[in-house]
């Protein structure tokens, strides 16, 4: 039986801290792991728990990312609650498998610190490596600060397991900002957050030898389509058990999650749309814009898949004009967040003056000076009624200045 | 909100200084955050790590700051003017170094004006600690020239942040943050 942790009503932890406590309340039976920057501290403080004699499960170190989900796929198809940690070649090194475990509806829950993708080779934070696995049929629920990073955890493995969703889920976390800066977290202690997520319930396990199941079969053109459209239908239905879990764990804690988190937005004109901890910088702008007179509010899809179109849609319907911050390289198209919420405008007959914005690539800082900027430029297309800023542009970028039309 | 930055070397001890810090001021009720810039370097080459301290949640996430206090740790850094960006008049200076202010500050021009303490916190780590891992007593001495906090409240809780350490390692981290509160000048 594992030993109880002593945790502080409010402990100073970095993201990393926040998430590998999250996973050892959690009392995983399988954790499957090859460490990368800068996930590694969440894989090294795993390692240290068991060692210590805090965590009964299994923790297997394996040579590659690619064998390290491909683990959690087998130990989580075998019956078991199952974790990993990854950042972005590791994440791009999964991809393969990422699909494999959706596509098996293995319930695993991974823990990533968002970094650049290289080349050039970057171990700082952007959201590439989330980009990258946005089509897996991964539910990804977003953190931005290091109490989050430790709540969104601990709801990510009630989600996934729910026999209604039984969907992989990532958890992330910016790269340094987050994942190596040290805040105030107030944890639970551990029996309540084991009594939260509750007992693991397997589905149709492998090792229950009298029952043989089939993972991963091979479907031609017959029944493919059924699968995948099977799985999307329980990816997009994943939104009420998101909800009830997020009630459930403001009941206990008293902090409120969102599928979609607003800022300043009910009597606002002007808006921002960002993911991840630019959102809380951006807040420190709004301030700023509003003692100037802007009525300026920001919105967050917590959940970046599955996309809350609707509820975007609602929350933006009497805005006049939106700015949509992406933190990867958009590489030929307008960025993802630009794109969603401007589809889910349309979707639901609305309009507003859309730009995009690409900032903090490879950790290039961004800072609420430079977002009071973009709050500005927005505010100009509102007063023009029309776009009278470029349609992407680029936050902090040195040299001569970089836009599209 | 209070701004510190550190200027340390890679492995002599800025982040688990700043994140030492931010835990005791988090026991006194304040928000807090403590984190560090550095690429993929390895020990040895130059970083910085930073502090903020607040009486409400600190959302800013953005790495630059204007600080209120410059700790240098690492005693040849404290000649790169680097350690003066973004600094006004008011900012307090605590700097480790063998020498004499006045020899010092005609040779690093850029401290030249500024509010300038210095301490050799590399010789009392060594001497006090055996190791020259010269974290703890520049946090002594930053407690003495700030009262940020009062120096028995914070010896206790350090006792308590250090409390997974041997108790030879403890009680030398002690001597060190004592005696760097004495002799910073």
Request: aromatic letters at 8%.
């Amino acid at each position: 039986m594992a030993e109880k942790y002593q945790l502080k009503s409010k402990e100073v932890w970095d993201g990393n801290m926040a998430a590998s406590h999250a996973l050892r309340q959690a009392q995983v039976d399988v954790v499957a792991a090859y460490p990368i920057t800068p996930s590694t501290p969440i894989v090294q403080n795993y390692a240290q728990f068991l060692a210590d004699g805090y965590i009964d499960g299994e923790f297997v170190m394996v040579e590659s990312e690619h064998s390290a989900m491909s683990a959690c796929v087998g130990a989580a198809a075998a019956g078991g609650r199952v974790a990993t940690a990854t950042s972005s070649q590791g994440y791009a090194l999964m991809v393969e498998v990422l699909y494999q475990a959706s596509g098996m509806r293995l319930p695993i829950v991974m823990t990533v610190v968002n970094r650049a993708l290289a080349s050039p080779l970057n171990i700082h934070g952007d959201h590439g490596d989330l980009y990258l696995g946005r089509d897996a049929g991964w539910i990804h629920l977003i953190a931005n600060n290091p109490q989050e990073a430790y709540d969104i955890t601990l709801c990510a493995f009630k989600i996934a397991e729910d026999q209604r969703v039984r969907l992989p889920v990532t958890t992330n976390q910016d790269g340094f900002l987050v994942s190596h800066t040290a805040q105030v977290v107030e944890p639970l202690q551990d029996e309540d957050a084991y009594k939260f997520i509750g007992e693991y319930k397997s589905l149709n396990p492998m090792l229950d030898t009298k029952n043989p199941q089939t993972y991963g079969a091979q479907t031609e053109e017959e029944w493919h389509f059924e699968f995948k459209a099977t799985q999307h239908k329980a990816l997009m239905e994943s939104t009420s058990v998101i909800d009830e879990v997020f009630a459930a764990y403001e009941k206990l804690t008293g902090r409120r999650y969102s599928r979609v988190e607003t800022y300043k937005l009910e009597d606002a004109e002007i808006a921002l749309v960002l993911m991840g901890s630019a959102y809380e910088t951006a807040m420190v702008a709004v301030d700023k814009a509003r003692e100037e007179g802007i009525k300026v509010g920001l919105l967050m899809p917590r959940t970046f898949r599955p996309f809350p179109y609707n509820e975007v849609a609602e929350k933006l319907k009497n805005i006049k004009a939106i700015a949509a911050l992406d933190r990867s390289a958009p590489m030929g198209a307008m960025g993802a967040l630009f794109n969603e919420v401007s589809g889910a405008l349309l979707a639901n007959g609305q309009s507003a003056i859309m730009t995009n914005y690409i900032y903090g690539l490879g950790g290039r800082d961004t800072t609420a000076e430079h977002i009071l900027e973009v709050i500005k430029e927005t505010d100009k297309n509102k007063e023009a009624k029309k776009r009278v800023t470029d349609l992407q542009g680029f936050i902090n970028l040195r040299g001569p200045k970089l836009s599209f039309n | 909100m209070l701004q510190i930055r550190w200027h340390s070397r890679a492995g002599q001890g800025a982040v688990t200084g700043a994140k030492a810090l931010a835990d005791v001021m988090a026991r006194t009720g304040k928000y807090v955050q403590a984190y560090s810039v550095y690429g993929a370097e390895k020990r040895g080459a130059p970083m910085s790590a930073y502090d903020k301290i607040d009486d409400k949640p600190i959302l800013d996430h953005s790495k630059w700051m204007k600080p209120d206090y410059v700790l240098v740790i690492d005693p040849s850094l404290v000649f790169q003017e680097e350690i003066a960006d973004n600094t006004n008049d008011d900012t307090i200076f605590i700097v480790t170094t063998h020498m004499d202010k006045d020899d010092l500050l005609n040779i690093a021009k850029h401290l030249q004006g500024k509010k300038v303490y210095t301490i050799d916190a590399i010789k009392i780590s060594q001497e006090e600690i055996g190791r020259a891992i010269p974290n703890t007593p520049m946090l002594g001495a930053f407690v003495k020239i700030s009262e940020i906090i009062d120096f028995d409240e914070f010896l206790t809780s350090i006792e308590d942040i250090l409390s997974k350490f041997p108790q030879k390692i403890i009680e030398g981290n002690l001597r060190a943050i004592k005696r760097a509160a004495q002799e910073v000048k």
